[in-house]
């Protein structure tokens, strides 16, 4: 990392030239991310197509209102986030830090409320690959649901985790007075990283919590 | 604009340049020009080209007799795996795009570095891991699902080193994706001043049209590798036909993103074509748009074909007609290309040099290969010949006769620009003959073995085939005798070759108006711009 | 690149009507509407992600290159589901039965 930003790297001509680089760089990223998910989601369709009862069964037995009040936490988080980039935007240091740390504690709340329902899952016997035994009868396919259950959730809160170290990388440089109105390119940056993971689990929440009416 | 000219325009005194500017291991491993990362990938894909390259030699020894094993069935299995795997990922993919495209993206568009020189050099050291890993795979013991992984055979059954390959391929993939983000960002925001979208080299319009690939397409071939480490680790179904899965589903989601691959393959190459032919003929490209966006087309139009590596896999019949209708369509912008390179040779002056010779060899390789792809497209015509050697042959044309061959062109081409000597023209002549001949006997026998119903993937074979396949292994010796011979030369050349000016081949470019080798900031003063690629002067129509 | 400066209150209010489409889909989620459950949150689910791209992520005040970037992410990766369901959902179509099928593919003994 450069020891000021206020200043472009050798290979810019100058400070805009270096902020529409990295600006069209993370969108460029977030395609990237967009097809690795994507990925996921198409094997989620087809499997949803092909065994919808399993799938309504398995969304039935997740927690539906703690899914819910887990989406606002993370919308939440994209609100501080956003507010974020605001205080960097005018120059406002202190106000900066506390977002990010506010952002940075809403989003772990998100994961501490995701582990906690891994944990329920977990003695319920409903973790596909470890003594999967539900009680009571149930679809043969439900398993399927819940390998791509963990396995979606389980990539987003990995990318939550590597967010989390990247805030925690600009909590750093803000209090050390990193950032001005002409450059703080970084908060802007890995903003977007945030509400785009933000955006992940706006479409996970309904495809894995809402299949079919309870 | 220079013309040909004479050597040694330098002073006596040594002028600094990129490899001279410091000395010492920690200042190449941790170098983040360009221009040494380039040849940190040039290294490290000589190497993995070795490894899978003397896989291929076992191969071919095996199938000298129908029936006597020169390996174990099982260890064969591993052997075209390990071929595939090293000569895909760890050398065909980078091979031009980081060796030629990292070396030369900044320089022909004006640029003093890339956009993220730091992401340049984790971009290698990424490589470098993944390669690790599967080296180890190698070592250990090998992986025997085959390039492809095809579940549930890899994510179920296959007591081979899987995971170690899969993590292996899964890191390199995010190489891969640093690269092309990195390209696209560099071509959009730093080209020199006057250097507009349609001045660019066709190069350039190649080396995006390959990292818009990288960018939509590696992360799911990421996802499908790890899908299938979670199936093997935890016993899931995503693939399992007995836990409810579908073995289709891995394949969908593979060859979404290993049929761009090969454009990712072909369409740098294609690239370094464009530039041979212009030069050695002296002449403007033929319809420079259209051969501009015919990159673009290709590699758009490649994403949408992928299911006719699954005709006989249990697709349906309207998917396989979808997919047909859609893969001829992938043959026009590719023809396109052809038809402009060949009339850009029309009363051309052209001259023979070795990158002239791989650069002819290439349309005609390319093309034969190319075609071939007609016939798998239609449904009829890859049923019968599907996991034959006619496919073998079918992409070895394209992605050696094609794609190596303009690798070695373009290096030949730029040897001069990378490090500063000329390499010795006679034997680079010689090895290109040897490397065409060499190359056809390999495989053209295969069109006709495949043709005939002989099964790739298999260590034994009918008598009837003996000859054929002797030819083809013959073909391998002397090819890779033709492969050999470069290394060589081209190593002595860096200390014995005769010091290069900064425009050997008086082309346009500007790559060639700078120094040869090029400073580290590349340009003394950021260069402008004035007119379109490769204006050559229009010839007089000569007096026979 | 002029780096648009927007005013909190907006965010508060994309912030707001987030939490108010994610009451609505919830509640929805209580009550069975047949295959209408899937299209109204999906349907949701775009609007709040429209929201955050265009407003959290500055996309509506961006050039035209970011959009093209994040528009061409999203319909590659309608290209990759779309293109692999026209297998998927036409394997029951085909007019003469294989034999060794039994009725769906995926379903093999």
């Known amino acids: 990392m450069p020891e000021s930003y206020a200043v472009a790297a050798h290979q810019f001509d100058d400070l805009e030239q270096q902020q529409e680089a990295s600006s069209l760089g993370i969108w460029v990223f977030i395609a990237t991310e967009i097809m690795f998910f994507g990925g996921l989601f198409t094997g989620y369709t087809v499997y949803r197509t092909q065994y919808f009862a399993s799938f309504v069964a398995g969304s039935h037995l997740l927690d539906l209102k703690l899914g819910a009040f887990n989406t606002a936490v993370l919308i939440g988080s994209s609100l501080t986030m956003a507010l974020a980039v605001y205080a960097a935007q005018t120059g406002k240091r202190k106000a900066l830090v506390v977002f990010l740390i506010l952002t940075m504690i809403l989003g772990s709340m998100f994961l501490g409320i995701k582990f906690s329902e891994y944990a329920t899952k977990y003695e319920h016997h409903l973790i596909p690959g470890i003594r999967f035994a539900p009680e009571g009868a149930y679809p043969p396919q439900m398993e399927l649901y819940f390998s791509f259950y963990f396995a979606m959730t389980a990539l987003h809160a990995l990318h939550m985790i590597i967010g989390l170290g990247l805030l925690a990388v600009l909590v750093g440089m803000a209090a050390r007075g990193r950032f001005s109105p002409e450059s703080h390119n970084p908060v802007e940056v890995i903003g977007i990283y945030w509400h785009f993971v933000d955006i992940v689990w706006i479409f996970l929440f309904p495809l894995l919590y809402l299949v079919g009416g309870r | 604009m220079s013309t040909v000219s004479v050597e040694d325009p330098e002073r006596s005194e040594s002028p600094v340049h990129y490899l001279n500017i410091h000395y010492g291991v920690k200042s190449w491993l941790l170098t983040t020009d360009h221009k040494r990362i380039a040849l940190l990938y040039l290294a490290s894909i000589t190497f993995f080209f070795l490894i899978g390259g003397t896989a291929a030699v076992l191969i071919r020894m095996n199938l000298l007799t129908p029936t006597g094993l020169l390996v174990e069935p099982a260890t064969y299995n591993k052997l075209f795996s390990i071929h595939g795997i090293v000569m895909v990922f760890f050398f065909l993919i980078p091979s031009i795009p980081a060796v030629l495209g990292n070396f030369l993206v900044p320089l022909m568009i004006g640029a003093r570095d890339l956009a993220f020189p730091k992401l340049n050099l984790l971009s290698w050291y990424v490589y470098i891991v993944g390669g690790m890993f599967t080296l180890y795979a190698v070592i250990a013991g090998g992986v025997d699902t085959g390039w492809t992984f095809y579940a549930p055979y890899s994510s179920t059954y296959s007591n081979s080193h899987v995971m170690a390959t899969a993590l292996g391929v899964f890191i390199t993939g995010f190489s891969s994706i640093l690269t092309g983000l990195n390209f696209i960002v560099t071509i959009h925001k730093m080209r020199a001043p006057g250097m507009t979208w349609f001045r660019l080299p066709l190069f350039i319009w190649a080396m995006y049209a390959t990292s818009v690939i990288f960018i939509l397409g590696t992360p799911v071939l990421g996802i499908s590798i790890v899908l299938i480490a979670l199936e093997r680790a935890f016993h899931l179904g995503f693939f399992n036909p007995a836990l409810g899965g579908d073995p289709l589903l891995f394949q969908h989601l593979f060859w979404f993103y290993s049929h761009p691959a090969v454009y990712i393959m072909i369409l740098p190459a294609m690239g370094v074509e464009s530039e041979l032919i212009t030069c050695f003929s002296r002449k403007r490209i033929f319809g420079y748009s259209f051969v501009a966006m015919s990159s673009l087309a290709i590699a758009l139009l490649g994403f949408l074909v992928w299911a006719h590596h699954m005709f006989v896999a249990g697709v349906s019949m309207y998917a396989g007609m979808v997919f047909s209708i859609l893969s001829y369509l992938v043959g026009v912008p590719s023809s396109v290309k052809v038809f402009n390179w060949t009339a850009t040779l029309y009363k051309g002056s052209i001259s023979y040099s070795a990158p002239m010779l791989y650069g002819m060899g290439f349309i005609g390789l390319f093309s034969m290969g190319g075609v071939t792809g007609m016939f798998l497209a239609s449904l009829g015509m890859d049923v019968h010949v599907h996991d034959t050697y006619f496919v073998i042959a079918h992409f070895h044309y394209i992605m050696v006769g094609g794609a190596v061959m303009a690798y070695l062109g373009g290096i030949h081409y730029w040897w001069p620009k990378i490090s500063g000597r000329l390499y010795p023209e006679g034997w680079a002549r010689f090895s290109a003959l040897v490397i065409f001949l060499g190359f056809n006997l390999t495989f053209f026998p295969q069109y006709i073995l495949g043709y005939l119903g002989m099964p790739r993937r298999y260590p034994v074979y009918p008598p009837e085939f003996q000859v054929l396949n002797v030819m083809s292994t013959a073909g391998a010796s002397i090819l890779g005798i033709g492969y050999l011979i470069p290394l060589i030369y081209l190593i002595w050349s860096m200390r014995y070759g005769p010091v290069a000016s900064s425009n050997p081949w008086g082309a346009t470019g500007l790559e060639w108006k700078t120094a040869s080798p090029p400073p580290t900031e590349n340009f003394e003063e950021t260069p402008v711009v004035t007119e379109e690629a490769y204006a050559y002067p229009s010839r007089e129509v000569k007096v026979a | ?109």
């Open chain 3, 1 to 109: 690149m002029k780096h648009h400066v927007i005013h909190p209150l907006t965010y508060f209010l994309v912030f707001f009507t987030l939490l108010i489409l994610t009451g609505v889909t919830t509640a929805v989620g209580f009550y069975d509407l047949g295959r209408w459950n899937t299209v109204v949150a999906l349907a949701i689910a775009v609007c709040k992600a429209t929201l955050v791209v265009l407003f959290f992520m500055h996309l509506r005040y961006s050039g035209a290159l970011p959009r093209l970037v994040m528009l061409g992410g999203l319909f590659w990766l309608a290209l990759l589901i779309g293109l692999t369901l026209v297998d998927n959902l036409t394997r029951g179509w085909d007019p003469a039965p294989r034999g060794w099928e039994t009725t769906s593919s995926a379903q093999r003994p």
